[in-house]
Structures are given as C-alpha cells and as structure tokens.
C-alpha cells in the first residue's frame, strides 16, 4: 500500500465475533451483491476516512449487520466466490490508495 495507508485482514469464522473484530472508529461498508455500484473515483472517496469492509462468507452477511453498515456495496453484478472477492477488493483498495496519493497506477 502506498505510504500512510494501512490494512489489515481479519478472519472470522464465528458470526458473534465479528462485531469485536472491528475497529471502533471505522466506517463499516458491507460487501453485497445487491449493493451500491461505485466506479473508482468514488471508491477512493470511501478511504479518506478510516473504513471497515466486511465480506460474508457463502450464506452472505447476517441481516442486521447489513442494517449497520453506512454502506451496502457491491464488487460485481456476478456472485464472486469469498476468496475472489477478497482479491478484487484488495486491488480495488490499492488502486484507490494509488490514486489518492497521486501515483500514475490508475489511469482513465
């Protein structure tokens, strides 16, 4: 990640744990396939501020975290599986970084 970003991957495989494993000033954005499109600028947007996303596992997200979340979106109109979403929202994360900061990567 370009300097003064940082990231880090948590895993949690029981429901119950996952509210303790964020942190407690980030924006939570849920990832849901019926969520919001954004294009890459407004990606960017969403890192000016300290943010959590959250990928469910195959069932999805439990409801009520849903509810929570400032933010529904979505990565593709595709269902991805958990471990592609992952990838795609780590390089999503590192373009928008890139282009925060000014770095060529990103091009239009």
Known sequence: MPKGYELARIAVKQEHRLRAALPRNARLIALDERGNDYNTRQFAGLLKSEAA??????????AD???EASLLLRLS????????AQVVLLEQLYRAATLLTGHPYHRE
């Open 53 to 62: 996303f959250v990928i469910g596992g195959a069932d999805g997200l439990p």
């Open 65 to 67: 975290l849903k509810s």
């Open 77 to 84: 109109s595709l269902t991805l599986p958990h471990a592609l």
